[in-house]
Protein backbone atom coordinates (compact mmCIF):
# COMPACT_ATOMS: atom_id res chain seq x y z
CA UNK A 1 0.00 0.00 0.00
CA UNK A 2 2.69 2.22 0.87
CA UNK A 3 4.32 1.38 -2.86
CA UNK A 4 1.13 2.54 -4.34
CA UNK A 5 0.68 6.01 -2.72
CA UNK A 6 4.42 6.62 -3.13
CA UNK A 7 3.82 5.83 -7.46
CA UNK A 8 0.53 7.71 -6.76
CA UNK A 9 2.30 10.62 -5.53
CA UNK A 10 5.01 10.26 -8.17
CA UNK A 11 2.29 10.19 -10.81
CA UNK A 12 0.73 13.26 -9.63
CA UNK A 13 3.70 15.58 -9.31
CA UNK A 14 5.56 14.23 -12.52
CA UNK A 15 1.76 14.81 -14.20
CA UNK A 16 0.14 17.51 -12.92
CA UNK A 17 -3.85 16.89 -13.39
CA UNK A 18 -4.48 19.69 -16.39
CA UNK A 19 -7.57 22.10 -15.06
CA UNK A 20 -8.82 22.94 -18.27
CA UNK A 21 -10.22 26.81 -18.32
CA UNK A 22 -13.35 28.11 -19.71
CA UNK A 23 -12.81 29.89 -23.28
CA UNK A 24 -14.24 33.39 -22.33
CA UNK A 25 -14.77 36.06 -25.70
CA UNK A 26 -16.31 39.35 -25.53
CA UNK A 27 -19.03 39.62 -28.75
CA UNK A 28 -19.72 43.10 -29.51
CA UNK A 29 -22.77 43.27 -31.24
CA UNK A 30 -22.50 46.58 -33.90
CA UNK A 31 -23.80 48.24 -36.56
CA UNK A 32 -22.85 50.94 -39.63
CA UNK A 33 -23.44 54.38 -38.28
CA UNK A 34 -23.59 53.46 -34.65
CA UNK A 35 -21.99 56.30 -32.99
CA UNK A 36 -21.86 54.66 -29.97
CA UNK A 37 -19.67 51.80 -31.39
CA UNK A 38 -17.52 54.45 -33.02
CA UNK A 39 -16.63 55.77 -29.84
CA UNK A 40 -15.88 52.87 -28.21
CA UNK A 41 -13.59 52.14 -31.38
CA UNK A 42 -11.76 55.44 -31.05
CA UNK A 43 -11.63 55.23 -26.92
CA UNK A 44 -10.82 51.26 -26.64
CA UNK A 45 -10.31 49.46 -29.54
CA UNK A 46 -6.81 49.38 -30.23
CA UNK A 47 -5.85 49.17 -26.54
CA UNK A 48 -8.61 46.02 -25.46
CA UNK A 49 -6.55 43.21 -26.94
CA UNK A 50 -3.52 44.20 -24.85
CA UNK A 51 -5.28 44.60 -21.89
CA UNK A 52 -5.67 41.51 -19.31
CA UNK A 53 -9.44 41.80 -19.98
CA UNK A 54 -8.55 41.43 -23.73
CA UNK A 55 -6.31 38.63 -23.06
CA UNK A 56 -8.80 36.48 -21.10
CA UNK A 57 -11.89 37.73 -23.43
CA UNK A 58 -10.57 38.19 -27.15
CA UNK A 59 -13.08 40.54 -28.90
CA UNK A 60 -15.60 39.15 -31.65
CA UNK A 61 -17.58 41.44 -33.44
CA UNK A 62 -20.62 40.32 -35.31
CA UNK A 63 -23.21 42.92 -37.30
CA UNK A 64 -26.48 43.62 -34.53
CA UNK A 65 -28.68 42.99 -37.70
CA UNK A 66 -27.73 39.59 -38.44
CA UNK A 67 -28.56 36.46 -36.66
CA UNK A 68 -26.48 35.52 -33.77
CA UNK A 69 -24.16 33.26 -34.82
CA UNK A 70 -24.44 29.34 -34.93
CA UNK A 71 -21.80 28.50 -31.89
CA UNK A 72 -23.27 30.94 -29.72
CA UNK A 73 -26.31 30.94 -27.39
CA UNK A 74 -27.75 34.00 -26.36
CA UNK A 75 -29.92 34.71 -23.04
CA UNK A 76 -31.90 37.41 -25.18
CA UNK A 77 -31.97 38.85 -28.41
CA UNK A 78 -29.71 41.61 -29.43
CA UNK A 79 -31.10 44.90 -29.35
CA UNK A 80 -29.01 47.73 -29.15
CA UNK A 81 -25.61 48.36 -30.35
CA UNK A 82 -23.29 48.17 -29.05
CA UNK A 83 -23.72 45.48 -27.12
CA UNK A 84 -20.87 43.21 -25.73
CA UNK A 85 -21.46 40.03 -24.52
CA UNK A 86 -19.07 37.95 -22.24
CA UNK A 87 -19.40 34.20 -23.91
CA UNK A 88 -18.27 31.18 -21.50
CA UNK A 89 -17.79 28.13 -23.80
CA UNK A 90 -20.27 30.00 -26.15
CA UNK A 91 -22.76 30.48 -23.80
CA UNK A 92 -23.56 34.18 -22.33
CA UNK A 93 -22.96 34.53 -18.93
CA UNK A 94 -23.21 38.66 -18.54
CA UNK A 95 -24.01 41.53 -20.86
CA UNK A 96 -23.11 45.34 -21.19
CA UNK A 97 -26.29 46.71 -23.39
CA UNK A 98 -24.81 50.53 -24.96
CA UNK A 99 -21.45 51.97 -24.41
CA UNK A 100 -21.42 54.43 -21.42
CA UNK A 101 -17.81 55.06 -21.80
CA UNK A 102 -14.93 54.28 -20.94
CA UNK A 103 -14.54 54.36 -17.09
CA UNK A 104 -17.59 52.49 -16.70
CA UNK A 105 -17.24 49.86 -19.68
CA UNK A 106 -13.78 48.60 -18.03
CA UNK A 107 -15.88 48.50 -14.40
CA UNK A 108 -18.69 46.79 -15.87
CA UNK A 109 -16.20 44.25 -17.99
CA UNK A 110 -14.53 43.75 -14.84
CA UNK A 111 -17.62 43.26 -12.63
CA UNK A 112 -19.06 40.86 -15.35
CA UNK A 113 -15.21 38.88 -15.05
CA UNK A 114 -15.63 38.88 -11.52
CA UNK A 115 -18.98 37.06 -11.34
CA UNK A 116 -17.13 34.58 -13.23
CA UNK A 117 -14.41 34.12 -10.27
CA UNK A 118 -11.62 36.35 -12.55
CA UNK A 119 -10.21 39.35 -10.72
CA UNK A 120 -7.99 41.88 -12.63
CA UNK A 121 -6.13 43.84 -10.76
CA UNK A 122 -5.89 47.32 -11.36
CA UNK A 123 -2.86 49.94 -10.77
CA UNK A 124 -3.58 53.22 -9.21
Same mark, same amino acid.
Given at each position: ???????????? %??? +???? /?????? &????? *?? $????????????????????????????????????????? %??? +???? /?????? &????? *?? $???????????????????????????????
Amino acid at each position: MRRFLFLLLAVV %LVF +PPVI /SRAEMT &LLMAE *ED $GCMWCARWDEEISETYPKTPEGKIAPLRRVDIRHSAPADIA %LER +PLLF /SPTFVL &LENGQ *EV $GRIEGYPGEDFFWGLLGALLLDRGISIETSG
